[in-house]
């Protein structure tokens, strides 16, 4: 079976938004991220009372990866239904995802890691 498309993953990750839980902003985003199995995991946003504690749709769906085993460097592609957050960008570099789909300004755009966060701190400056 062939991959699921950009444009697929990004549906996907519509219905994910859908079922954020984001009753403070009323911002929901959804994520997709295509494993190299070829298994999609899905996250949304989750947001709390203590505003700082809410989670993004990205860090749900990567967070819910690791937990069923998934490494980084395991992911192909992360489709997101926005932008992702600088602290998201971060996250997308750690895990080591070949490129990123995501809306924004009414485009579809897909960026590496890199262009979404040059000069970055990952684990290779701790040495
Ligand atoms: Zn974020």
Known sequence: MSPPSDAKLLAVADAAAARAYAPYSNF???CAVLARDGRVIE???V???A???GVCAERT?????VAEG???GDFVVAAITASPCGGC???LLE??????VFRNGGQVLTMTTDELLPESFDSSDFR
């Open 28 to 30: 929901h985003v959804g």
């Open 43 to 45: 996250g949304a946003n």
């Open 47 to 49: 947001e709390n009372a």
């Open 51 to 53: 505003y700082p504690l």
């Open 61 to 65: 769906a990567f967070s819910r990866a």
């Open 70 to 72: 998934y490494r980084p």
């Open 89 to 91: 960008r971060q996250w």
């Open 95 to 100: 895990m080591g995802v070949e490129r990123v």
